[in-house]
């Protein structure tokens, strides 16, 4: 349980981190953008959020985030901004607590699916994938197909991230050959799609291609549509 923004809280700076935060405000000051982006997973509220972005200090001793701070602090003109990632119902039911601190969001469609269903990919598909697809409990296979409780999760998650922050970036993390979640991504005006590099194409496509149309161009780069 002590991974993802939680580590966050700890007192034991790792040097990955670090090493991490400082070559990435190196290439955020090369490429002139100025911008880092740090990605938060497994909050579940906006008090753990709220927690990380003020510093909080576990044991008296300094923790992770406030460490990174200062390390890209080194770096003149480069600033941080701080992004949750909606993978749980628990993080779907406080969306709009979360969206308050946030800088953006990053909903993960395949994690937020593993967490509905309990079910983690890998021990599924070598234990009762088969079992549940023969018998029609699930009509797709719901790690590369969102099921339709997941999008009306991911629905109810974005309505509540703008209704809080209307300007808010809001990411999803997608499998490129969902085309229902694509098109409802669109639908919800979410600000990109992320995808694996070698589908960054095909999601663009079905994106362009997609009844639903938005005020913003279609583009995409590197994995990000």
Known sequence: ???????????????????????AALVAKEKGN?????ILPFLTNGWELEAILDGFKADNGETIVSSLRETLA????????????????????TAGDIAEHADFLVIDVK?????VWAAFEKDTR????????????????PFIYAPKEVRELIQEAVNAARQEKPDLEIRVVTNSKDDD??????????????????DAELATTKAASSPIKTQNPVGGAGGEV
Do not use: C, Q
């Open 34 to 38: 100025g911008t880092v982006d740090i």
């Open 74 to 93: 080194e770096f003149k003109g480069v600033k941080a901004r701080f992004g949750a990632v909606i993978e749980s119902p628990a993080a779907v039911a």
């Open 1 to 23: 349980g002590t991974r993802g923004m939680r580590a966050y809280l700890l007192k034991e700076i790792s040097p990955l981190y670090m090493a991490i935060a400082k070559a």
């Open 181 to 198: 979640l694509i098109v409802l991504a669109l639908k919800l005006k979410v600000d990109s799609l992320i995808v694996s590099p070698e």
């Open 111 to 115: 994690k937020l699916t593993e967490a």
């Open 126 to 141: 070598a234990g009762f994938f088969n079992a549940y697809m023969e018998h029609g409990i699930w009509e797709k296979d």
